[in-house]
């Protein structure tokens, strides 16, 4: 079929009916596109071997995304009877007969927009993305009362919410991950104001219905759309992987929601 | 038809696995609605994972979309979270494809599984617009049919139904079909409800109950009148003869969400003639019907290609004993197209030695647990039930799971089987016992879990006249059971809540009457009774109460065996005579052999439709003691007809 390199970092999107799937879906569909693909995935070691594929923080139940990423690692020494050369690198034009096969066997709304290989050096998604920006969607009040709202929590110095984590229900401060916060004007449900956000991954991510619980708990949340991830480099923040296929490249943030 | 997608999709933040409602599974047909195509709602009454993978339900699908003038979506039971908002928004039940409401479709058809997803029918009806007894329904509403195991006492549900079919849907379908879509094409000014049950009940297999009236004197029923020339005083099942002719699903659903079987499933077999007495599906689905062994390895083939799946389970009530099954596990693990990553899955192992050994040339990837069902404490118990399995059966099947790598058995029991004594609900403790220190010889864990399900007596076996334990009863066993494993260090004890056990038993041998019990359990708010958080077994007797009848004439009663039973018109194939020789012998413990290997005795589901068991070959399969008489070492040809394939 191809050449493929040994570490491939891939970026798609999630948007239409898909976005109902959990991260945990998103991850049984990545493995059986792989399977079907025939490609030689790494697989762990052990007792019951998993492919190894690794996800940046995961998305939300019901969020839409247009920047999500995998990292995928191949070895030539996998089990799975492969048409594809494993080698240590690869050219644009291989990885993207590669993207574009995973992309026509997985399900409708998941679109794979690039991929590169990477050497190794890299850190893992999860430990290098710091924080997110959001396009969020929410109704229940009045784009002047939000903007009003969200100037408030801007100013304090401390926005306690309630969250469960571990089964057990704990206090945290939201506002030392909310980097930015302000009212887009009105959304594309009708009623509805949008909200652009960049919250912080660390130490922990934020959910657009926790952002919403900072700001007012009568709000209800329409609709959510993860527009880009980024990862802080030397004071700049960098994409993993932009739509155009450059690693760590840095990008105008996109502020449109994709179509279902 | 319009979707309702827009409507539904601002709810679908706010609720459980939104993923339930969004269909969009690879296999899924979204067909275009219009004039002179009978469009079927195909319904499971529970929630999205349990009846996505139901294999009926998938069948049924591809062949009706086969159809030029049928189409087929389908829909599942709402949770409850979900059914609050349609409710608030005014949102009626709807397809999962085109997200066209239930009011939209000339059919709407249920795969009846299990008793207690009966008022997940009734809610199901009443979300979906549709009047919900069969009286109050006119020309124009939604014609409503039930399928599945469940039908062949369909008497409680019988309100609320146009129609009922028995049997294999692979073929009844397209004549219901053309039959409903003859009814439609008349104007509907002039159209009679009454016309189209009279028409189906012309059809083979397919029971009509608002023709039938049965006549009650007390607790019991004792006469059924027939209201209608075009009913017949008895409705028999559909059987396919050759499964080879349907290899369907073709393009078996691939869920975008995790749900239960998340797997390929290969239907190997229909029918098991291994006479467990206990067994319902045993006793319906005869004779044995087996795929060519060639066709079962294509459809594993191409299903696995096209899912992506890494997952296959070879499915059928006891599919050790398929005639080819070595070759066919052998063909898929071994095909290099699989790349050695494809695990084959057979959900029925037969107890024997033999059996592990398949077991463990095949899962060689992820070795977690074995499970056996003895379903007996003891082997007198085994012998009343027919589950003809030694102690050294067990012992030798539970010694190779161990030896071959296995930490964790699990065995299957039944409590509360006629004739049953203490000593045979201790001797489940026993097996246990003996198991984990058959496993102590390899490991130094292991573990050995007993479930034990409370038994419900059903129609159409030669239990159909005994009476059922009482919840106390059941409660009492089970308490005995827990004190003497609790001395027993690695046994585990699991067991099924005896209010459930009670309230299905209601259910599976209620009569008629029992449709205004349903009623009243839904109304209070009973959906979803097969779930332990829902279920409320007070609503049932509450329903009993207030319709004068109580749970112990249809639980805790002996019916004598010359009384009208509610199910008598239908029939399954089997002799009268042979379910009640069946009985006795089952009383008198005197076991059956398994009619494949041995000569026939006339049970009735062969000889009534001039069919004959399709297997592949006359020998018993190798190690398997149960059943057949033979030994233990390797399976020896028997004198017996055996027809190799289907005429």
């Known amino acids: 079929m191809g050449t493929i390199p040994a570490r491939l970092r891939i970026r798609y999107t999630k948007t239409g009916r898909i976005r109902y799937t959990s991260q945990r879906d998103m991850a049984r569909a990545i493995e059986r596109a792989l399977r079907q693909a025939k490609l030689p995935v790494a697989y762990s070691e052990g007792f019951s071997p998993r492919p190894l594929l690794s996800f940046s923080l995961a998305l939300p139940t019901a969020c839409e995304s247009l920047a999500e990423y995998i990292d995928l690692r191949f070895s030539p020494d996998s089990e799975v009877a492969s048409e594809w050369t494993v080698a240590d690198e690869a050219t644009p034009e291989e990885i993207g007969v590669v993207v574009d096969r995973l992309g026509s066997l997985l399900p409708g709304g998941i679109d794979v927009v690039a991929g590169c290989g990477l050497d190794g050096s890299e850190g893992s998604l999860q430990e290098e993305v710091t924080s997110c920006s959001w396009i969020v969607e929410v109704a229940g009040m009045s784009a002047k009362q939000l903007d009003e709202r969200v100037a408030s929590l801007l100013n304090a110095a401390q926005v306690p919410i309630e969250r469960v984590r571990k089964g057990r229900q704990v206090t945290d401060d939201l506002r030392p991950s909310v980097h930015h916060l302000s009212v887009e004007g009105s959304g594309a449900t009708p009623g509805a104001v949008r909200l652009h956000a960049e919250l912080a991954t660390k130490p922990r991510g934020v959910r657009p219905n926790e952002l919403l619980s900072g700001i007012d708990s009568t709000l209800r949340l329409v609709r959510a759309s993860r527009t880009s991830q980024w990862i802080e480099r030397n004071g700049r923040r960098l994409e993993p992987l932009t739509a155009d296929g450059q690693l760590l490249g840095s990008a105008v943030p996109t502020t449109t929601i994709g179509g279902r | ?647």
């Not at chain 2, 599984?113 to 006119?138: K, Q, W």
């Not at chain 2, 038993?505 to 708010?525: K, P, S």
């Not at chain 2, 319709?547 to 009208?564: C, H, I, P, Q, S």
């Not at chain 2, 018993?620 to 008489?629: H, L």
């Open chain 2, 1 to 647: 038809m319009t979707s309702l997608f827009g409507q539904i999709e601002p709810l679908l933040f706010h609720v459980e696995k939104p993923a339930r409602y969004v269909g969009g599974e690879l296999g899924s047909q979204e067909p275009v609605h219009g004039p002179g195509i009978v469009s079927w709602l195909l319904a499971y009454p529970d929630t999205y994972e349990i009846g996505l993978p139901n294999q009926g339900l998938q069948i049924l699908y591809e062949i009706l979309n086969e159809q030029p003038d049928a189409l087929a979506e389908r829909t599942y039971a709402p949770w409850t979270d979900m059914e609050k908002a349609m409710r608030a928004e005014g949102i009626p039940l709807f397809s999962v494809e085109n997200h066209i409401g239930a009011p939209d479709f000339d059919v709407i058809a249920f795969n009846l599984s299990a008793e207690l997803t009966y008022t997940n029918v009734l809610n199901m009806l009443d979300l979906g617009r549709i009047p919900l007894r069969t009286i109050e329904r006119g020309p124009t509403d939604t014609v409503v049919l039930a399928g599945g195991h469940c039908t062949y006492n369909p008497e409680p549900l019988a309100d609320f139904v146009d129609a009922v079919v028995l049997g294999d849907g692979e073929e009844v379908v397209t004549e219901i079909s053309t039959v409903v879509g003859a009814w439609l094409g008349q104007d509907p000014a002039s159209r009679k409800r009454i016309d189209l049950h009279r028409a189906l009940a012309g059809v083979a297999g397919v029971y009509v109950p608002s023709l039938y009236r049965p006549i009650f004197d007390g607790p019991r029923q004792i006469g059924l009148e027939i209201l209608d020339d075009a009913a017949t005083e008895v409705v028999e099942k559909r059987t396919v003869a050759d499964l080879g002719e349907w290899p369907y699903p073709k393009n078996q659903l691939v869920p975008l969400t995790e749900v239960v079987h998340d797997r390929l499933n290969v239907e190997v077999f229909r029918g098991c003639t291994r006479g467990c007495r206990f067994c319902q599906a045993g006793m319906i689905t005869r004779p044995v019907r087996e795929r060519p062994a060639a066709q079962v390895v294509e459809m594993v083939n191409r299903g696995i290609a096209r899912s992506g799946y890494d997952e296959v389970a070879l499915t059928s009530l006891s599919t050790a004993d398929f005639s080819g099954i070595e070759g066919v596990v052998a063909d898929v693990v071994d095909d290099p197209a699989h790349g050695g990553r494809v695990s084959v899955s057979l959900p029925s192992l037969r107890v024997d030695a033999f059996t592990v050994a398949t077991a463990a040339k095949i899962q060689q990837v992820r070795r977690t647990g074995l499970t056996f069902a003895p379903e007996g404490g003891t082997w007198r118990m085994r012998k009343v039930i027919n589950k003809l399995i030694s102690d050294e059966d067990l012992f030798a099947a539970v010694d190779a799971a161990f030896s071959q790598g296995w930490r964790r058995v699990k065995l299957y029991f039944l409590i509360g089987l006629p004739t049953e004594r203490d000593e045979d609900v201790l001797g489940i403790a026993e097996l246990g016992r003996r198991c984990v220190e058959i496993g102590r010889k390899y490991h130094q864990n292991v573990t050995v879990s007993a479930s034990v399900g409370g038994f419900v007596p059903k129609p159409q076996t030669p239990f159909q006249w005994h009476a059922q334990d009482s919840v106390d009863e059941l409660a009492r066993k089970i308490a005995l059971l827990r004190g003497e494993a609790r001395q027993i260090r690695g046994l585990q004890i699991k067991w099924h809540e005896p209010a459930a056990t009670s309230a299905e038993g209601i259910v599976a041998r209620g009569d008629r009457r029992l449709g205004n019990v349903l009623e009243a359990v839904w109304r209070d708010g009973g959906t979803f009774q097969e779930w332990s958080e829902h279920f409320d077994l007070g609503r049932f007797l509450k329903g009993l109460e207030d319709n004068g009848l109580r749970a112990e004439d249809y639980t805790t009663r002996m019916r004598d065996v010359d009384e009208v039973l509610p199910w008598d018109h239908l029939s399954a194939g089997l002799h009268r005579d042979f379910l009640e020789g069946e009985y006795r012998d089952a009383l008198a413990e005197v076991g059956l052999e398994d009619c494949r290997w041995t000569p026939c005795y006339d049970c009735g589901a062969c000889t009534t439709f001039d069919l004959e068991h399709v297997v592949a070959s006359n020998q018993p399969p190798a190690g398997g003691s149960q059943g057949t008489g033979q030994g233990l070492d390797l399976g020896v040809p028997v004198p017996v007809i055996l027809s190799p394939t289907a005429t």
